[in-house]
């Protein structure tokens, strides 16, 4: 079955970088697309961005632009989420997510356990 | 950027009740709406894409319908496991944006 399964959780201080891993399985990972998701405590979902694993093709929140590169690594079937120069509102549950059907980003039908993200000083 | 609202934001239902939630968008995204099921502490869930498709493995007592920018997902007769926070994310141009949450509750 799918599977998405993150790295930890991580504790970092305001102006520094975290890069968070979703390594995925039970599918062909060329094929569909990888979706970034946070949740702030207590929030709503907000759409970070999303990679294309086959071709390294990505499509970023404009809000995230400049800080955020999401990368893919075929011969580990791994996606990563780099986010620099945080904030203390980066402060969030951050989830993978696979699209559900190919080509261009969709909806998510596998998610990742999510990894929790705090910016404190 | 499109903003999708939800409507209620909260609710409170019994055992075996018919529940509707809307959503709305602000401009018109055709069918591309999808609804999300979160539980406590777990990621969300995909139950209906494409406005009405239902995924593979929920069950039928979820459905959704709507075009354009009105959307409803409906749970025909309510479960115990049913009681979470649902999530409309529209997925017809980015950034994808989502409704803010509706919290179903056990009255």
């Known amino acids: 079955q799918v599977q998405l399964v993150q790295s930890g959780a991580e504790v970092q201080k305001p102006g520094a970088s975290v890069k968070v891993s979703c390594k995925a399985s039970g599918y062909t990972f060329t094929h569909y697309g990888i979706n970034w998701v946070r949740q702030a405590p207590g929030q709503g979902l907000e759409w970070m961005g999303w990679i294309n694993p086959y071709n390294g093709k990505t499509n970023y929140a404009q809000k995230l632009q400049g800080r955020v590169t999401m990368t893919a690594d075929t011969s580990a079937t791994t996606a990563y989420m780099d986010l620099r120069s945080l904030r203390f509102d980066d402060t969030a549950l951050y989830y993978c997510?696979?699209?559900?059907?190919?080509?261009?980003?969709?909806?998510?039908?596998?998610w990742g356990q999510g990894t929790l993200i705090t910016v404190s000083s | 950027d499109i903003q999708m609202t939800q409507s209620p934001s909260s609710l409170s239902a019994s055992v075996g009740d018919r529940v509707t939630i809307t959503c709305r968008a602000s401009?018109?995204?055709?069918?591309?709406l999808n609804w999300y099921q979160q539980t406590p502490g777990k990621a969300p869930k995909v139950l209906i894409y494409a406005a009405s498709s239902l995924q593979s493995g929920v069950p039928s007592r979820f459905s959704g319908s709507g075009s354009a920018t009105d959307f409803t997902l409906t749970i025909s007769s309510l479960q115990p496991e049913d009681f979470a926070t649902y999530f409309c994310q529209q997925s017809y141009s980015t950034p994808f944006s989502f409704g803010q949450g509706t919290k179903l509750e056990i009255k």
């Open positions: 401009q018109s995204i055709s069918i591309y």
């Open positions: 997510a696979k699209d559900g059907q190919q080509l261009d980003p969709n909806w998510f039908d596998s």
